[in-house]
């Protein structure tokens, strides 16, 4: 029984982790049908801010030696700021387009940002040491639980109640949601469609810099590509979840992640290194049951 408990909350660690990627990503696609995969590359700079730019393997920290508050609250304005200064430069302009030229354009900003992440600090992997404290295991029934683990469940409750009441509370939150309803109609009856975007996309930004704090206190590792897999499982997620559904966003980010770490432990060892390939094949199932995905709105509907 201890055992199945401690697979189940490693299982609830990783699914928190690609909710919140999975929602970044939904929120986007509600109000613009963007599947942003520029959404990897503000994790991975947000990531990168938190050291100073040097071929070192292990370069000194910059946001990385302020005070944890000032730190976390630094590497999120980071991203924010990214994530609206790409809306602007890269999407507003393509708005109208139909959704492949905005898909093509998120791959170019994408392709972009990774290069200027390799060329300011090189494409070798840098060793970071953030966090250490939240190395060590918390105890409870019998279960030891790392402490970046319940930070990043706690993380995700805080985060996915905050949006919760922002969505249903505030008069933005329901524009918000009108938006992702029916974009066109929201606009005629006076929603401010630029503004409307932009919080999409800075709310992207918070959700993008808090992973990139969660990932690199996991891994104590700077990658270029760090931001990829955690997007591309996110999209799975969104897509079983059910495409312009935030509810379903979350729901398939922990059902990727609780697939992902059953089948790390339970298949045998010689398969394990297929692990991804089987979370791959789950989606493909549900997608041939419920093609549609598990939670479905009327954003999933073509706008006309």
């Known amino acids: 029984m201890t055992h199945i408990l401690q697979v189940l909350v490693d299982a609830l660690a990783l699914g928190s982790l690609y909710a919140l990627v999975a929602?970044?990503?939904g929120l986007v696609f509600g109000v613009m049908r963007l599947v942003n995969f520029a959404q990897a590359d503000y994790i991975t700079i947000g990531a990168f801010s938190l050291v100073v730019p040097t071929a070192s393997v292990t370069p000194p920290l910059l946001l990385g030696a302020l005070p944890t508050a000032l730190m976390i609250a630094s590497v999120i304005v980071v991203v924010v700021l990214l994530a609206l200064l790409t809306e602007r430069i890269a999407f507003r302009p393509l708005r109208n387009s139909n959704p492949s030229t905005l898909l093509i354009s998120s791959f170019a900003v994408s392709y972009f940002l990774q290069n200027l992440?390799?060329?300011i600090?090189?494409?070798?992997?840098?060793?970071?040491?953030?966090?250490?404290?939240?190395?060590?295991?918390?105890?409870?029934?019998?279960?030891?639980?790392?402490?970046?683990q319940l930070v990043t469940m706690g993380a995700t409750a805080v985060l996915l109640l905050a949006l919760v009441i922002f969505l249903k509370k505030t008069p933005l939150g329901i524009q918000m949601r009108a938006a992702a309803e029916n974009f066109q109609m929201a606009r005629l009856l006076g929603m401010p469609a630029n503004r409307v975007i932009a919080l999409a996309f800075a709310i992207s930004g918070v959700l993008g810099g808090v992973v990139s704090l969660l990932l690199t206190i996991q891994t104590g590792t700077l990658d270029v590509r760090m931001g990829l897999m955690p997007v591309v499982f996110a999209f799975f997620?969104?897509?079983i979840g059910g495409m312009g559904s935030l509810p379903g966003a979350a729901l398939g980010g922990f059902l990727v992640g609780i697939a992902s770490v059953l089948l790390q432990t339970y298949l045998p060892a010689d398969l394990r290194p297929f692990r991804d390939a089987g979370v791959f094949a789950l989606v493909i199932l549900i997608l041939l049951v419920r093609p549609q995905g598990l939670v479905v709105t009327s954003a999933a509907r073509e706008r006309v």
Do not use: C, D
């Open 23 to 25: 929602l970044a990503i």
């Open 117 to 119: 992440v390799m060329l």
């Open 121 to 148: 600090h090189s494409g070798r992997p840098k060793s970071i040491g953030i966090g250490q404290n939240l190395a060590s295991a918390v105890e409870i029934a019998s279960v030891r639980i790392p402490g970046v």
């Open 237 to 239: 997620a969104t897509v």
